[in-house]
């Protein structure tokens, strides 16, 4: 019969850390894909409707735009 694998308390942690990493990988680009569409909808509106005057829905975007960016900024410093 196959005995189970033993393994190590370092082991095990290297490979929580490796899995945490990968889901960490995982949110910054689907962070960065939320960014780039947002940046883009600000840039077309910007584009089409001068800049002297922003909308309400517009100054909601681009403070999600500042979250967003601080929050990728975060998550890519814990990955060091």
């Not at 082991?11 to 995982?26: M, P």
């Not at 922003?54 to 967003?68: F, Q």
């Amino acid at each position: 019969m196959n005995a189970p694998a033993v393994t190590s308390d370092d082991q095990v942690s290297q490979q929580l850390l490796q899995n945490y990493r990968k889901q960490r990988q995982v949110e910054l680009l689907r962070d960065a894909a939320k960014l780039h569409e947002l940046s883009g909808e600000l840039q077309e509106y910007l584009d089409k409707n001068g800049s002297t005057i922003l909308s309400i829905d517009m100054l909601k975007k681009a403070e999600a735009v500042e979250k967003l960016a601080h929050s990728v900024r975060t998550k890519m410093k814990e990955m060091r």
